[in-house]
Structures are given as structure tokens and as C-alpha cells.
């Protein structure tokens, strides 16, 4: 899958951008601020309908703008296929080939993309959300039925939390609508917690010989799914029933599981340095475009945000190495010192100053 | 600028229908102004009026009627042992309509939808209860619609009547005539698959 061109208004600085893609290699160039990772965050959104690092989908508006879009058109192996995602205070609009999406279940998974950022960091250094939170995207890309099993178990969660406030105030729902509340909820986290389990492990069993590309001698790199409910859900909800009502919220489920990265069994938060933990959480991308490719049996669509100003050349290299033939690559930078020109393919070199595009430089393979 | 006076209140009163917006209110508004007659006015006005004083919900059922009861509930020739619940007044039109279906009805007037508030008390399950006290009855048929909010309470009902002797059932979901497989969304198969019955 390749992106062609891209189209975005009203999106964080950028006002209006066309931007027309080389098949393989695009380097996006400026000074800080200008508006480069906003334009890979621009493909991660309309592939995957969120940023790869707020929140809040209202922050991708351009200030003092009611609305964002983002459109590209796409080749699939010689089929074109069109992509739509506009963004509003109220929510977002998806449409696939012009046709709108009501659920996004129907459309996340379309468009396949891998981000690797500054912010991959919070993958080891942050909190449960946020691993959770790369989990269910990983999962969304290559498995249509999650994406819809998550919405409903998130809808059914915020109604049981309802439901268990109320039963603390003015009992305006009963303890029968609580337990056909609970038994869907049960139903939807089963589904997710078993999913999750299998791409974990999945991940796990791909991570070591990752790792080893990027670094020579780590220790044995792996990840472990950590539930908060070991055994069967259902009897573990019927044992917390009591507990949630004096609580008035869910303590337990998939939105209070998490998963750790070890180093030789050990959980390596504690020991890893900060170059290794860098290296980690980019062997976990390189498994990951592996994943999806088993999956869809394309390569997705790459978009590397500074990663090059954090590596060494030899690392930047295997990097490059590994990113197969068939990718696209979109990747940033300050400038082109990090970068060794003449070991590329074709490419283009795209200059961004002030949320505009000054210049595209075209290099074709017989100018190396 | 502004209409005359009389001639904004009209397309403020047509706006407040759902679906209706500023440009639609004012072809509304001058299509009354230049081809109604005073005696399509007051019929107009009339038929609002009669809507609001004489329909009312069925004492049994909860259909609107401009009677006590409704025609289906005075009807004794229908089959008085099954009773179809659906959300809306609408949905007995509708299977009315389609003539495949000759018992009771009950209306519960809305769906349990946590989310937004709205519990067991806040539509008619209280009185459908009642009417199963009635020793005729022997099946309740869920109809509800095929949303997050119906399954809960078809669910909800289907838990209150576990321990009657009554007869719970529940409509079929699955492909719309003509519906086509390789188009339909991934919950539409998933309930064809699980009501699937013996050949
Ligand atoms: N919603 C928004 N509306 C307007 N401007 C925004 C919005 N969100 C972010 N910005 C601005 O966009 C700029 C950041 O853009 P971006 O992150 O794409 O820059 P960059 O070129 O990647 O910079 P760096 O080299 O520092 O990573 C900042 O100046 C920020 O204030
Ligand atoms: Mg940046
Ligand atoms: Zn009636």
C-alpha cells in the first residue's frame, strides 16, 4: 500500500497542504515548529481516526477553526481507494472511497500504518493507559471484529459505572439491570482479554531476534499480558459484585490490565538504560509492521518522527535495512546531516517552513 | 434582516421538527404564506389541535389511540395468549402493516439506556407486568430494535420473566430481503449466524 497524495486543511498549524508522495522514500525537512510530525500524525489519524500522541482529538484542530480533514488517495497494488477523516468538536467522519463509515469498525484497518516517535518512550516509561492504548491500536489494524468488541465493551463499562453511581443514589436502575449490564460486559472483556493475550504473546515471540538487529548484546527481550483478572471473568465479577457497589465504579476488566517488557524474565523499567529502552521500543515497531504484514499481506505505510537525531549512524543504517524494499517511508528531520544520502533509493526531499511546503526535491535513482 | 413578525414565528414553529433546518422552515413557511387557503389553514390548525387533545396512549398497550383502549386491544378475534413488545407506537404500524402477526401488543415507550439515565421505571415495563398477571398470556415476543440499548432491555425483560412460567422469545435478527452477504456489516452477521435455525 502506498499513499499517493495527501490533503490536509485546518489541521494543528497547516491551514491547507497538498502534498504529492514518492512511492518509496520522503524526507520531510524544516526547522522546529514548522509542521513535520503533524504531517505524519496526519496519516497515523486518517488511518487509525486518532493521533499517535494526544488524547483529545479536538487538539488536531487548528486553533480558532471549527473543523480539520485529512484526505489521501491511495494505490493498492494498482487499485485506487480514497480516504476521508474529518474532524469536529462533536466527532469524527470517516469515508472509505467517498462512501461515509458509521462505524469506525468498518473502516480502521483499511489503511495500515506504523509510527515510530519521541513518544514511543511512554511504551516503557509511562503508565498502563498508554500501553493499553498501543495495544488496541496494534490489535485495530489487523482485526475489524476488536475495534468493534472495544467500543462496545467502553460503551458498556461507562453504563455499568452508571449504574453502580446510581445504585449509591437514587436507585433509579435495580440490581437486575446491573447483572444484564455486567454479563454483555463480561461477554466484550472476554473476547478482549484473549485477543490481547495473542498478540502479546505474538509480539513476545517476535521481539528477541528485533532486538538483536539493533543491538548486540542485550539481554532476551520479551512481554508478558498482565490481566487484572487471573482467572474466569465471569466468576471473578460475580466475586467483585458487592465491592463495585460500595466503590461505584469497575475495578476489574481489561481497562485496568497492562502488559510489562522484560529483560531476561526480569521487568527491565528497573534496569534498562535509557539508549536501550530507545532501542526497545523500536524493535517493538519492527515486529509490529511485521505483524500487520503477516496480517494484511501488505507492508504498511512507515512514518519515522526524529527518530534519527536520537541514533547513532550504524543503528540508523540497520534501521534503513530493515525497512524491506516495498515500504513507503515518510521520516523527518531538522536537517540532512543525520542522514547519508547516497545510501538511498529514490526519494523526495520535502521542505516544510511555516505550515506550508517550500520545496520538493526530486531525486531520482540515476542522480545517485 | 428580518421577516416580518408573524412570518418568524412560522419558520421558528416549523424549525423546532427534527430535521428541519432555517432553509427548509422558510420554504415551510412561504409555501404557507403563498398556496395554502384559509380553509387548508384551518384544517391545518385543527388537525393540530385534535392530535394533542384526542390521542393518548392505549390503558392496555400503551398504542396511541383516540379511544380508552386500542382497536388491536378491543379486537377479541386476536390471539390473546401472545403479546409483541416493541419500543415505539410505530413499530405496531409497521408490523401491522406486514400482516404476519395477529396477537397483543405492548409499547414500552423507550429503552433502558444507562448512558443517558434512563432505568426500568422510566419506560412502561411496570405495566406490562401487570398485564402478565392476565392467566391468557403464555408468550412475551421481544421485538426491540436491533441497538445496544434494546439488547439490554430485551435482556433486562427476558431476566424478569426467567422465573415465571411464561414463554420468552425473541424476533430473529438477520439479512434484510435481497440483503446481500458479501455487503452486510459485521453485527448483522454475527446475529444471522447466531439465530440460525434447523432446516
Ligand atoms: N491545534 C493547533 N492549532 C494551531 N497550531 C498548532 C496546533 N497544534 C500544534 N500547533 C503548532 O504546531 C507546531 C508544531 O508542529 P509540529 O509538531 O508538526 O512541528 P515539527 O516541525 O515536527 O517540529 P519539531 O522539529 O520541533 O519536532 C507548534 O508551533 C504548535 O504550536
Ligand atoms: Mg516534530
Ligand atoms: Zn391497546
Known sequence: MKVKSIALSGFRRI??????????????????AQGKTSILESLHALALTKSHKTISDGDMIKTGHETAEISAVCDFDGREASFIITLSKTGKKVKYNRIEMRRLSDYIGRLNVVMFAPEDLELIKGGP?????FIDLAIGQVDKPYVHHLSRYRK??????????????????????????TDQLVHYAAKIVERRKAFIDDLSKRLPQKLSMLAEDDPTLSVRYAASVDSDLETVFKQKRTFDIRRATTTIGPHRDDCVFLFDAKPLIDTASQGQIRTVV?????????IIRDVVEKT?????????????QVRVKRIIEQLYGD?????????????????????????????????????????? | ??????????????????????????????????????????????????????????????????????????????DQTKILVVETS????????????????????????????????DIRIKPLLERLRNDDVKEVILALNLSDEGETTAMYINRLLEKTDLLCTRIAYGLPAGGNIGYADVVTLHKALEGRKKY
Open chain 1, 15 to 32: 491551514e491547507a497542504m497538498q502534498l504529492d508522495l514518492h512511492p518509496k522514500l520522503n524526507i520531510i525537512v524544516g526547522a522546529n
Open chain 1, 129 to 133: 493507559r498508554e500501553r493499553r492504548r
Open chain 1, 156 to 181: 458498556l463499562l461507562k453504563e455499568r459505572n452508571e449504574i453502580l453511581k446510581s445504585m449509591q443514589k437514587d436507585n433509579k436502575f435495580d440490581a437486575i439491570s446491573l447483572d444484564v449490564v
Open chain 1, 282 to 290: 523500536l524493535a517493538v515497531r519492527l515486529a509490529l509492521i511485521d
Open chain 1, 300 to 312: 504498511p505505510i512507515i512514518l519515522l518522527d526524529d527518530v534519527f537525531s536520537e541514533l547513532d
Open chain 1, 327 to 368: 515500504a513507503q517511508v515518510l521520516l523527518t528531520a531538522t536537517d540532512l546531516r543525520g542522514i547519508d544520502v547516497t545510501t538511498l533509493q529514490e526519494h523526495h526531499i520535502i521542505t516544510i517552513d511555516d505550515g506550508q511546503i517550500t520545496g520538493v526535491d526530486k531525486h531520482g535513482r540515476q542522480t545517485l
Open chain 2, 1 to 78: 434582516m428580518d421577516y416580518p413578525d408573524a412570518l418568524n414565528k412560522l419558520i421558528e414553529s416549523f424549525m423546532r421538527y427534527p430535521g428541519i433546518g432555517k432553509k427548509t422552515a422558510e420554504r415551510y413557511a412561504f409555501h404557507t404564506l403563498h398556496r395554502f387557503e384559509n380553509e387548508d389553514i384551518a384544517d391545518f390548525i385543527d388537525s393540530l389541535h385534535r392530535v394533542k387533545e384526542e390521542i393518548k396512549p392505549c390503558e392496555q398497550c400503551g398504542h396511541l389511540t383516540d379511544d380508552s383502549t386500542c382497536v388491536i386491544c378491543k379486537d377479541t378475534r386476536r
Open chain 2, 90 to 121: 410505530r413499530d405496531v404500524i409497521v408490523i401491522e402493516r406486514s400482516r404476519s402477526y395477529d396477537g397483543l401488543y405492548h409499547v414500552l415507550d423507550g429503552v433502558i439506556a444507562p448512558s443517558e439515565g434512563i432505568g426500568p421505571e
